[in-house]
């Protein structure tokens, strides 16, 4: 796939396509209809999504649930949202799980939990090991295999009365007058007490907790799943709370490093599950990381493995229950079979899927927002027709961009405040391709007008392809965005290229 043309040129021109199979129609129109009003209704939020009929099995889950990862790393829009709602909602009488979501979530709590008789990243161990060792005394506690006199306690202790969400759960846990049954009088927390009385006592009930697993675990397996860490992930560029920020997210790597090497042995299935940004991860710095490598995953698509799982989504939208269609079967139910014409006369020509990735970062996100899009427009029409046509795709295309741009503001804005603006920047220059001194240029410039709170534009183009907004351009036409090329570095002395999918909502070559 790499030798497709997904790089756009600066003389493409779009024509209207003749649909050489206009006349066939792989599903009848009825049938399509459903079909567009079906996957029009698919969701972005994978929370939100029937994840029982559209969860695509890929081979890391097997490996996370084996309890042989525990670092699920990757983009935004990749799937780790998915991945983590199937974790949570399987129907096995020996699995029980909990997702800890830190959306919204007071982070100043854990942070104030610091051990500070240690530095950076081991203040935060102690504080992660309890909401993991904690929840799942919570689950034991709902466990018919745990002893008896043991599960009672632990059902006084963390079902009775228990808390609905993650801080007020940690607010109870921490009071000084909780599980006195399990800790005893001589572990409390709470009250007036010194932070340093305050975090032995956390100490004593890690210890404690430790002790009861140890002990108490049967054969059933336990995962305890972290995800949306990033809600703390903002004002990044302050020295004071990146330090924190990285510190406690590396504390938590660690404490789950330290809990699987705990509980490693045989029958003693406690398995913390980490999801984390890829760009958030590559933040840390830690002399363990490379350790770490043993239990990650990071979730890569290709166009290939995007494929498998468009087969995988059109199919089940078809018929939940039905057989999974090859790409080519499942993807003609829905789009036309002629090519996207392109530039000099419409002599150089795109299949729709190439059409639609070169917009894209590989994402399963992207694409089910891509194919979303042009369902509505189907749907909505007031003259229905039997495929999406290239006509279609071409109009879906600008909504598209301006999601895509959307998307990445979204990301990039706790890092880089200003990224509306420095979008503006890049509106300006008016070229798909720039050198570096053509951007800084212009940066510098605006930097006098406005009130850029980032003053370095090198900085500003490092972030700008960590998160593939930009890439090189390479000789023989070659683009190079990290999305792709994982490895590739930004090389100040080839030619910059702005994504293609971004073109429409930046107005470049408008």
């Given at each position: 796939?790499?030798?497709?043309?997904?790089?756009?040129?600066?003389?493409?021109?779009?024509?209207?396509?003749?649909?050489?199979?206009?006349?066939?129609?792989?599903?009848?129109?009825?049938?399509?209809?459903?079909?567009?009003?079906?996957?029009?209704?698919?969701?972005?939020?994978?929370?939100?999504?029937?994840?029982?009929?559209?969860?695509?099995?890929?081979?890391?889950?097997?490996?996370?649930?084996?309890?042989?990862?525990?670092?699920?790393?990757?983009?935004?829009?990749?799937?780790?949202?998915?991945?983590s709602e199937y974790l949570c909602n399987q129907l096995d009488p020996l699995t029980f799980s909990v997702k800890l979501t830190f959306k919204n979530f007071p982070f100043n709590e854990l942070y104030a939990l610091k051990d500070s008789g240690y530095t950076g990243s081991h203040q935060y161990i102690t504080v992660w090991k309890f909401l993991i060792y904690s929840h799942i005394c919570q689950l034991m506690a709902n466990n018919q295999g745990i002893e008896s006199s043991v599960r009672e306690k632990l059902h006084r202790a963390y079902i009775e009365n228990q808390a609905p969400t993650l801080p007020r759960r940690l607010s109870k846990w921490l009071d000084r007058d909780f599980g006195l049954e399990i800790f005893g009088v001589g572990v409390t927390l709470g009250g007036n007490r010194k932070d340093e009385e305050t975090q032995a006592s956390l100490i004593g009930r890690v210890n404690k907790l430790e002790d009861i697993l140890l002990a108490s675990l049967d054969d059933a397996k336990y995962l305890i799943v972290f995800d949306e860490l990033d809600e703390d992930y903002k004002n990044i560029t302050d020295q004071d709370q990146f330090d924190k920020y990285t510190s406690l997210i590396t504390g938590l790597f660690k404490a789950t490093q330290d809990v699987?090497?705990?509980?490693?042995?045989?029958?003693?299935?406690?398995?913390?599950?980490?999801?984390?940004?890829?760009?958030?991860?590559?933040?840390?710095?830690?002399?363990?990381?490379?350790?770490?490598?043993?239990?990650?995953?990071?979730?890569?698509?290709?166009?290939?493995?995007?494929?498998?799982?468009?087969?995988?989504?059109?199919?089940?939208?078809?018929?939940?229950?039905?057989?999974?269609?090859?790409?080519?079967?499942a993807w003609h139910k829905l789009f036309s079979k002629s090519d996207l014409r392109l530039g000099n006369g419409g002599k150089k020509s795109l299949h729709s899927f190439d059409f639609i990735a070169r917009s894209t970062h590989l994402r399963p996100r992207d694409f089910i927002q891509y194919l979303k899009s042009c369902c509505e427009q189907v749907v909505s029409a007031d003259e229905r027709p039997s495929l999406i046509s290239p006509k279609i795709i071409r109009k879906v295309d600008t909504a598209f961009s301006n999601y895509l741009k959307s998307e990445l503001s979204d990301e990039i804005h706790g890092i880089v405040p200003d990224i509306y603006a420095i979008f503006d920047i890049i509106s300006q220059l008016r070229k798909w391709s720039f050198s570096v001194k053509e951007f800084t240029d212009s940066y510098n410039r605006q930097k006098k007008v406005s009130n850029l709170k980032e003053k370095d534009p090198v900085f500003v183009l490092q972030i700008l392809f960590l998160f593939s907004v930009i890439g090189n351009h390479w000789k023989g036409?070659?683009?190079?965005?990290?999305?792709?090329?994982?490895e590739h570095r930004l090389n100040f002395d080839d030619p910059i290229v702005v994504h293609r999918g971004l073109f429409k909502a930046l107005q470049i070559g408008i």
């Open positions: 796939m790499d030798n497709l043309p997904y790089e756009i040129e600066a003389d493409d021109i779009y024509l209207d396509e003749v649909d050489a199979d206009a006349s066939a129609e792989p599903l009848k129109k009825d049938a399509f209809i459903s079909l567009c009003e079906e996957i029009s209704d698919w969701k972005l939020e994978a929370k939100l999504e029937d994840n029982n009929r559209y969860f695509f099995h890929i081979n890391e889950v097997q490996r996370i649930e084996q309890g042989k990862r525990s670092f699920v790393i990757g983009r935004k829009g990749c799937g780790k949202t998915a991945i699987k090497s705990v509980f490693g042995g045989a029958k003693r299935n406690v398995l913390p599950i980490v999801f984390l940004r890829d760009d958030i991860y590559e933040l840390i710095q830690d002399s363990d990381k490379t350790k770490w490598n043993d239990l990650k995953i990071e979730l890569d698509w290709d166009a290939e493995r995007i494929k498998k799982l468009i087969s995988f989504r059109i199919s089940r939208a078809i018929d939940p229950a039905g057989p999974i269609l090859t790409f080519n079967e036409g070659r683009e190079m965005f990290r999305y792709k090329h994982k």
